[in-house]
């Protein structure tokens, strides 16, 4: 099992982007997905999860500026980052609790990260 995520980059100040994150290998279900971010200096943090029924939850310092989503079909998520501060630069990496065929348990996986960086 894999995650592959995708989307970082450059922007400015106030500007958007869009994190990708889609999970490949023997998949027989995935629970919840995540997006943590870590910051310079700064411990890892969860910036957003959704579970597989569509339940999700932001971090304070997000909420009303990030939109988190998935498409069970494609075993994939994103993360909508709107209004993007210098604050949120950070490596951001995708999160997965998946089980995979034949497994009676699952685990958490993660992607490699990708590098946000906003600037002023």
């Known amino acids: 099992v894999q995650l592959q995520a995708s989307g970082g980059g450059l922007v400015q100040a106030g500007g958007s982007l869009r994190l990708s994150c889609a999970a490949s290998?023997?998949?027989?279900?995935?629970?919840?997905m995540g997006w943590y971010r870590q910051g310079p200096g700064k411990e890892r943090e969860l910036v957003a999860s959704?579970?597989?029924?569509?339940?999700?939850y932001y971090a304070d310092s997000v909420k009303g500026r990030f939109t988190i989503g998935r498409d069970n079909a494609e075993n994939t998520a994103y993360l909508q980052m709107n209004s993007l501060k210098p604050e949120d630069t950070a490596v951001y990496f995708c999160?997965?609790?998946?089980?995979?065929?034949?497994?009676?348990?699952?685990?958490?996986?993660w992607g490699q990260g990708t590098l946000v960086t906003v600037s002023s």
């Open positions: 999160n997965a609790n998946i089980k995979r065929e034949y497994s009676r348990l699952s685990q958490n996986y």
């Open positions: 959704i579970t597989s029924g569509g339940t999700t």
């Open positions: 290998g023997r998949i027989l279900s995935i629970n919840t």
